[in-house]
């Protein structure tokens, strides 16, 4: 099987409510979705996305721009992909949009394996575990303590029970007087960092 174009489309997704990471407000996501199309008919799919816009046409030209790498490539050849798209962004940095750019056409190349063989990509992998512990990334720093409170009571209603939370480490009975609704709610430690810099 023989990959035969790349194309991108851009999906804007507002988001209904905006909010705060404690860096920015997020008023948007924006997504560059990935398309691999195959001899054989198949289509892989990656995507990769920016906050309200931001470099969205950057990233898409970047995706594009890794057109002369994949096309052509035999997907049992595909791992090449990888070393080869490092290589040609180098003089670029191998972070950020490059490797935004990379992964949703990588992402694109592993969705194409699984649908090649009819079975989801963690079993190409070899799995080791049937189910995966998942979380909600919500409860966001510029929440007031009663929306916070009412935003955790919907998410337990609706079964979550594990939240990683973007609250104001400074204010730690705002932070574990809504936490203490989930089983487990992670706050991250760089969060945290930031905060305390600002």
Not at 169 to 179: D, M, Q
Request: a positive charge; one cysteine or more.
């Amino acid at each position: 099987m023989k990959i035969t174009r790349l194309r991108t489309r851009v999906a804007h997704l507002p988001v209904a409510k905006p909010f705060s990471t404690g860096r920015y407000d997020v008023k948007s996501i924006d997504c560059v979705c990935v398309f691999l199309e195959t001899d054989e008919g198949l289509v892989g799919e990656g995507m990769c996305y920016v906050t309200n816009g931001r470099r969205l046409k950057v990233l898409r030209e970047m995706v594009a721009s890794l057109d002369h790498l994949v096309v052509g490539l035999h997907l049992g050849q595909s791992g090449s992909f990888v070393l080869n798209a490092f290589n040609d962004v180098r003089a670029f940095g191998r972070q950020g949009i490059s490797a935004l750019a990379i992964s949703a056409v990588e992402e694109a190349l592993w969705d194409l394996r699984g649908k090649l063989f009819g079975v989801n990509v963690a079993h190409i992998l070899g799995a080791c575990r049937t189910t995966v512990p998942s979380y909600v990334n919500s409860l966001w720093l510029s929440a007031t303590i009663d929306e916070l409170h009412k935003e955790a009571e919907g998410l337990v209603r609706q079964g979550f029970v594990r939240s990683r939370c973007m609250l104001d480490c400074r204010i730690p009975a705002k932070t574990w007087s809504v936490s203490g609704r989930f089983e487990r709610c992670w706050v991250p430690i760089s969060h945290c960092w930031l905060m305390q810099r600002n």
